[in-house]
Each structure stands twice: as C-alpha cells, then as structure tokens.
C-alpha cells in the first residue's frame, strides 16, 4: 500500500463488488472506435499513502492516430484533481462550450462511502466518460490542456497547474457586473433564450428524477433489512416440526436468496448516475448560456461606446467586424454545442434507463426462477 | 342418523354470504353499531335430489360467534376448537386500518367467520352438536338455549381451574410434548407475522415511490421532442407499477390470515393439554383424599395412630372419647370412603376419557395442521410467482417505452 511520490506501486485497490448488472464497458466507448481517432480509458485505480494525505491516482491510456501527438500511445497516472485542473482548463479556454461534468468531489449524500471499493468504481466510470465525452468533441479534443494531461509524465505536469489565473475569472468581473444590473443582453436571440428556459426545465425534472432515484434506493435498503430477519423466522419453525420441516426450510431458502438478488439491485444506484450527472450538467450549461450572455453583453456595450464615438472610417468599421465576430463565433459555437449535448444528453439517458429497466427485469426473473424450483419441489 | 366418520358439512353447504351495518342499544342503553353476518345453509341432499330449496339464511353477529365457540370449548374439552378470526387487528403494518369497521377488515372477518363454521362441520365430534345445528338455522332464541345448558357455569369454573396452578405428579409425555409444541407454534407464528408485517411496509414504499417517477415524467415529456412520447409512456408504466402493489398485499393478507388461524389454534391446543392436566390433577387429588380417609379409618379401629392428627394428640392429652362416639365417626368415615372411592371411579373415568379422546384428537390436529400449512406454503410462493411476473412484464414495458426515447 506504501508508494513513493512518483506514483510507483502495486495496485492495492480492493475490487469493487458491482458485479453482474454493471454496465458493459462497451457502452461506454460512445463512439464507434473505428470512427474514434482519439481512444481514452481510465482503469487501475491506486491508493497511495503519504505523510499528508491519502489518494487514489487511476492509470489513463490513450490510443491515438492524430497527427498533433507525438506517439501512438500514451499511458500515465492522474489524480481527481488532475482531472479538476483540465476540466477548468478547458472551460475557460472555451467558456461558451459544454464540457461534460465531473463526478462530486465530496461524497454526495446516499452514496457510498469514500475510498469504498463501489465508490472507487463509480468514480473511475464517471472519468472516464468524461475523457470519453471531451475525446469525441471537435474542439475540445484538440486542446493543448488535454494534450498536456493525456501525455506529461507524473512530475511534468505540476508546473503547468501553476499558472495563471484564465480567461475565465478574468470574466468574472464583467459576468459580476452583468449579473449587477439585473439583465442580460438587451437584444438576446430568441432561441438562446428558449435554451435558457428549457434548462431551467430541464434541470428542475432531472433532479427531481435524481432524488426520486435515491430515496427508492433508500426504501430497498429497508426492505431489504426487514426481508433478511424473515428467512430466520422460518428456519426456526423448522427445526420444530416434522412434515411442514421441508416446505419451511425451502421457503427460508426462497427467502434468502431473494435477499442476495435485492442486494444486487441496490448497485443499480451506479446505473443511475449518469442521471446525477445531468443534474451537473444542466447547471453547466446554464452556466455556459450566462457566458454568452456576458459576451453578447460586452458586444452591446462596446457597440454603443463606439457609436457614440464621433470619428468613423476603416478602424471603427474594422473594430466593429472584430467584436461582432466574437459574438458571432461564440453563438455559433454554442449551437453546435448544445445540438451536441442534446444528443449525448438524449444517448446518455436513455441508456441509463434502460439498464435500470433491465436490471429489474433480471431482479424479477431471478426471483421467478427461485419460486418456481421451489414449487416444483412439493 | 349420520354415519361413522360423516360430518354436518356432508349434508349441508354453508358459507357466509355477506355483511351489514346494524345499529342497536347496548344493555346500557347505549348506541352501538356493529356488524352482522349472513349465515346462509343449505340441505346438500336436497340438492342432490334435484330439488333446489331456498337457502336457509339467519344474521349473526361476532359476539354470537364467541359464545358458540364458548360453549364448545366447555362441552368438548378434549377437542381442539378451530379458533375465531382475531377480534382485533393485530400485525397492522401501516396501510391496514385498525379499525373493526373498515371495509377490508370486515371482509377478512368474513372469510374468516365463513372458515370457523367449515371447520367445525367438518370436525367429526363437533359436526354433531345440537347447539351448532341450532345456531346455524334458528336466528332467534338461540341465546337462551345455549344459556340453558347451563355452560356458563361449567365455564366459568374452568376458567378458574385453568388459570390456577397446581403440579401433576405423573405428567403424560404425550401432552408435555403437545403443550412444549403449543408454545414453540405460538412463539414461532407470532414472530413469522411480525416480520412478514414489517416486509409488507418495505415493500410497499418500494413500490409507491416509483409512482413519483410516473408523475415527474409525464411533466417532463411536456418539455421534450423527441423524448418526449418514450417518457410520457414510461411514466405510465411507473404509475402502473406502484398500484399493484395494493393487490399483491392484499392477497398477502390472506396468507396472514392463515398463518395467524395456527397461531389462535396453538391456545386451542394448550387449552386440551390444561383440561388433561385438570382431570389429572383431579384424579390424583381424589385418590390422595381417599387414601388419608381409608387411613384415618384405620386408626379409628385399631386405636394405633399412624398419622400425626390433631384429633389424636387431643386424645392423648385429655384422653380418648367415648366408644358411641367413635362408633359415629367411623360410620362417617364409612360413607365418605364410599363417596370418596365412587369419585376416584368418577375421576379415572373422566381421565381416561380424556386422554383417549384427546389423544385422538390431537392427532387429527396435527394432520390437519401438516396439511393446512404445507398450503399455505404453496400459495404463498404461487403469490410471489405472481408478483415476480407482474414485474417482469411492467418493468419490460417501461424498457420498450425507454428504447423509444
């Protein structure tokens, strides 16, 4: 379990115990490979121990035939907040994108409890999607920052954290001041603001299905505990008659062993957190529809600074392209964006439904089967 | 005349058709509002012969019951007497109403009042009892009947004998173990039905929070294009999922009900072991009583006192009585032991009686039981069967509308 610094050690994980309704792995390449030029995975997690602090650090590999890459492969090691940086990173250099969220850094309440095998799991999943997600992204794939976080060796990395604050807080004052006077843009688009009110929609019905979600894990943990001091109520009848003895123990049995399938569904919270994620990712494209609004708001302020300029000509023309430019590049990045997100959105949960729905349906058919053998018996 | 081994449910159909609110005054001239129950019979031969005669219908009420399961007990202390659906509510998990005037809880009643009769005419000694017969076809002046047989008293001094406590020198094995089983069945049941309560709750709250999934989807169909249909139709299935949870309960009642019909029978079966400890008791009292008088006999007429008696230490301190007197005395004592040795018959025969009668009895019982409960058993992994597949398919259902999406 002791590693030096640099990372090097055994892998001492305990193995999680998701087991057989874990999602495919597959499922989660969201790309064709074939199509994929850029293949991102996240797997052996690590602990390490030092004098401050403990962590886990996973294994990321890449498999790539892009040109702006020196090698085909890379393999390194990073930690959660390796991940935070680039995930910063490439928000600011792209603050009207959506970039995919990542998994909570503190335990969210319900959940598992930190550095549990199942937590490790879901950690490393959600990860892992969210290099999916930026690998298959025309813009985003091809930052700089990724390039740096898929590649520098462990120690390379740490100086490039250090720097400088981004484009971002520098826009945090003029979003602060956006955000003063109580309005947005002046003239926002029509459909930009019909993107406003369905997140606000949108997010309201994901989190309720996210709560929804936790409290019926909640009622099955009950359940389940009432349902495992049934099976010993039957076994000691058993042992106290003669003729029922059989049917009573195989009722215990039954009941057992639908213990052990209640069991396995309770791990179904896994299949829903892509769910919890769009409750992430709804803030973060309302975040995202406010830095337009920021940047459109700017546009508006100039332009009527610069209206109001007395001289004219070529460089008040030309100034005047620049900032429209902006404006207009940012939109149309965002279009694309959201048609983006809408479609991984859709893709995402629809496949996490039905994995819910096929973990029940499998829940059920289990349960069926150890009924019927036991009627068969009598 | 019946023969051998026929019961009063060969002849006659029975079944309790229906219940009513009926109100009415107490013996404290107070208004009460109870429920009656539709007892309706019908000649089986009668049947048989082509004839389609008119049931026999009468309305009981639960108090009635009582009583004719009183009698029972008191008249046929060595049988044991299929028990009355619970007075109460007991083993509520939280959906079921407590209360005596709830429309699932009268139901239950019903069956379970319609289940005691079957049961007690079908019971080879029980089938034949006039007082049954009675109850079953003459609505009014029933009470005054069983009141005339003069039960009560009989009951009450049972009762008095039964919660006393006294030691029985030679304890049968046989009802030592019948009454150690009564005990572990009581224990055993209860426990199984209080698990089986709180499970219900569980599962109940599993199944009802996914209503809200149903509800959250429909709003958010509203926003959706392409989602939007795949969403609306999950939600209905979800909806559909958190009401069948009502059902499923419901006839997991009945199989409470069963398990609780063996828990009131285990009292029954202590009851039979108590009376034979009674008779037992009583036997050996009167026997005791026999000896220490045929003893005293002796001493009176051979002078030679064997016993410690404060008669014979008066004597020897202020001398001995006169002859006339002793003459009297051992007369007395003459005919105390013949009453005394008529008791002792009086007692055994009792006794054996007893024993024999039980022990048959208790036999049945236990077959009865074996037989009864391996049923239930059987139903109840044909309700999760059901349950399962009623899962399998909504949740199936829900996948279709979710591939939509």
């Not at chain 1, 797997?43 to 790539?64: A, G």
């Not at chain 2, 081994?5 to 001239?29: F, H, N, Q």
């Amino acid at each position: 379990q002791q590693a030096s610094a640099e990372g090097a050690s055994v892998p001492t994980c305990p193995s999680p115990t998701v087991n057989q309704y874990r999602l495919d792995e597959d499922e989660e390449q969201l790309v064709d490979a074939d199509v994929q030029d850029l293949l991102i995975s996240v797997d052996e997690p690590e602990s390490h121990v030092t004098t401050i602090e403990t962590f886990i650090t996973y294994r990321v590999v890449t498999k790539t035939t892009r040109s702006d890459f020196d090698c085909s492969e890379y393999q390194v090691h990073r930690r959660y907040q390796d991940f935070l940086w680039l995930r910063s990173r490439l928000e600011e250099s792209s603050p009207t994108l959506i970039v995919h969220p990542l998994p909570e850094k503190f335990v969210v309440k319900g959940l598992v409890e930190r550095f549990s095998a199942d937590f490790i799991e879901t950690r490393r999943r959600a990860l892992q999607r969210f290099l999916a997600r930026v690998a298959q992204h025309p813009l985003l794939s091809r930052s700089q920052h990724l390039r740096l976080f898929l590649t520098a060796p462990v120690g390379e990395l740490q100086p490039h954290k250090k720097q400088g604050a981004g484009l971002l807080s520098r826009m945090g004052e003029t979003v602060r001041a956006v955000a003063g006077s109580l309005r947005g843009p002046r003239s926002r688009p029509e459909e930009f603001t019909l993107m406003h009110r369905y997140l606000e929609e949108f997010g309201s019905k994901i989190s309720s299905v996210d709560k929804i979600s936790r409290r019926i894990s909640r009622e099955q943990r009950e359940y389940l505990e009432e349902l495992r001091r049934c099976a010993p109520s039957y076994s000691l009848w058993a042992g106290l008659e003669e003729e029922l003895a059989e049917p009573l123990r195989g009722v215990a049995t039954c009941v057992e062993r639908c213990c052990l399938e209640t069991e396995h569904i309770q791990h179904l919270t896994q299949v829903l957190v892509p769910v919890h994620e769009y409750v992430l990712g709804a803030d973060t494209a309302k975040a995202v529809m406010r830095r337009r609004d920021v940047v459109h708001a700017d546009y508006e302020v100039k332009n009527e600074a610069l209206a109001l300029q007395v001289c004219g000509g070529d460089s008040w023309r030309r100034r005047w392209a620049a900032w429209r430019s902006v404006l207009e590049l940012a939109n149309s990045a965002l279009k694309e964006d959201w048609c983006r997100w809408q479609d991984s959105r859709r893709t995402d949960l629809r496949s996490a439904f039905l994995s819910a729905a096929d973990g029940n349906i499998q829940y059920y058919q289990k349960c069926l089967a150890v009924w019927e053998s036991f009627l068969l018996s009598q | 005349m019946l023969d051998e081994g026929s019961t009063l449910l060969r002849r006659m159909e029975i079944c309790i058709a229906e219940a009513e609110k009926r109100s009415g005054k107490t013996a404290m001239s107070m208004q009460e509002t109870f429920t009656v129950y539709l007892v309706e019979t019908r000649l089986t031969d009668a049947v048989a012969e082509g004839r389609s005669p008119a049931p026999n219908f009468l309305w009981r009420r639960y108090s009635e019951f009582e009583l004719l399961r009183s009698y029972l007990m008191v008249t046929y202390p060595y049988v044991v007497v299929p028990p009355l659906p619970e007075k109460r509510a007991e083993f509520v998990w939280h959906k079921l109403s407590a209360d005596n005037m709830d429309p699932d809880f009268v139901e239950r009643r019903r069956v379970g009042l319609e289940n005691f009769l079957l049961r007690v005419a079908l019971h080879p000694v029980l089938s034949d009892d006039k007082i049954l017969h009675h109850f079953l076809t003459e609505e009014h002046g029933w009470k005054e009947v069983v009141y005339e047989t003069g039960f009560q008293a009989k009951a009450d001094s049972r009762l008095r004998a039964l919660n006393a406590t006294f030691r029985v020198r030679n304890p049968d094995k046989r009802f030592l173990e019948m009454k150690h089983y009564s005990d572990q069945l009581q224990s055993n049941t209860s426990q199984l039905l209080r698990a089986r309560a709180r499970v219900a709750d569980g599962l109940y709250g599993v199944y009802k929070v996914h209503g809200n999934y149903g509800r959250v989807f429909s709003e958010w169909s509203a926003i959706e294009k392409e989602m939007g249909d795949g969403l609306q139709s999950a939600g209905h299935h979800m909806d559909a999922y958190a009401a069948s949870i009502d059902d499923i309960l419901e006839e997991e009642e009945h199989y409470a009900d069963q398990i609780k019909e063996y828990l009131s029978y285990s009292e029954a079966l202590r009851a039979v072991c108590r009376k034979h400890e009674l008779t037992q008791f009583e036997l050996e009292m009167s026997s005791q009583d026999l000896v220490s008088k045929k003893q005293q006999r002796e001493e009176l007429a051979t002078g030679i006192v064997r016993t410690f008696s404060l008669k014979g230490m008066t004597n020897k301190l202020f001398g001995q009585e006169a002859p006339e007197q002793r003459e009297a005395r051992l007369r007395l004592l003459e005919e105390l032991i013949a009453e005394g040795e008529e008791t002792v018959r009086e007692k055994t025969a009792e006794w054996r009686e007893h024993v024999e009668k039980a022990c048959v009895e208790m036999q049945r019982f236990k077959e009865q039981t074996d037989r009864d409960l391996r049923e239930a058993l059987i139903s109840y992994a044909v309700m999760q069967i059901g349950m399962c597949k009623k899962g399998v398919q909504v949740w199936s259902n829900a996948r279709e509308c979710f591939l939509k999406m």
